[in-house]
């Protein structure tokens, strides 16, 4: 079993940066894709941005595509998101995820077995 804690959110002005962490234990951190999601309030969990197992592969969903970048840091067991040009509409709560089914080009919840608590990010305007 994977544990997964996210840090790194909260309150920023429009136009500025954060920079989300995922520390992982329990399992072969090197083993698994990781991937950011997020939730809106009163709206469905949406992929943002995965990474494979090396960091060699990363895709981005196209509303934060140029904006955001995935990586990681398998000596450290953390995947990191930095986000920067933040907009008010990316205000949601920020989850990791983990799949160990790395053939899977999968941007899908339900393909993902381990998940954080969220943290939320908050973009005033």
């Known amino acids: 079993q994977v544990q997964l804690v996210e840090s790194g959110g909260g309150l920023v002005q429009a136009g500025g940066s954060l920079r989300l962490s995922c520390a992982a234990s329990g399992g072969t951190f090197s083993g698994y894709v990781m991937a950011w999601f997020r939730q809106a309030p009163g709206k469905e969990r949406e992929f943002v941005t995965r990474?494979?197992?090396?960091?060699?592969?990363?895709s981005y969903a196209d509303s934060v595509k140029g904006r955001f970048t995935i990586s990681r840091d398998n000596a450290k067991n953390t995947v990191y998101l930095q986000m920067n040009s933040l907009k008010p509409e990316d205000t949601a709560a920020y989850y990791c995820?983990?799949?160990?089914?790395?053939?899977?080009?999968?941007?899908?919840?339900?393909?993902?077995?381990?998940w954080g608590q969220g943290t939320q990010v908050t973009v005033s305007s």
């Open positions: 990474i494979s197992r090396t960091g060699g592969s990363t």
């Open positions: 995820a983990a799949t160990g089914r790395y053939w899977l080009t999968t941007t899908r919840t339900r393909d993902f077995d381990y």
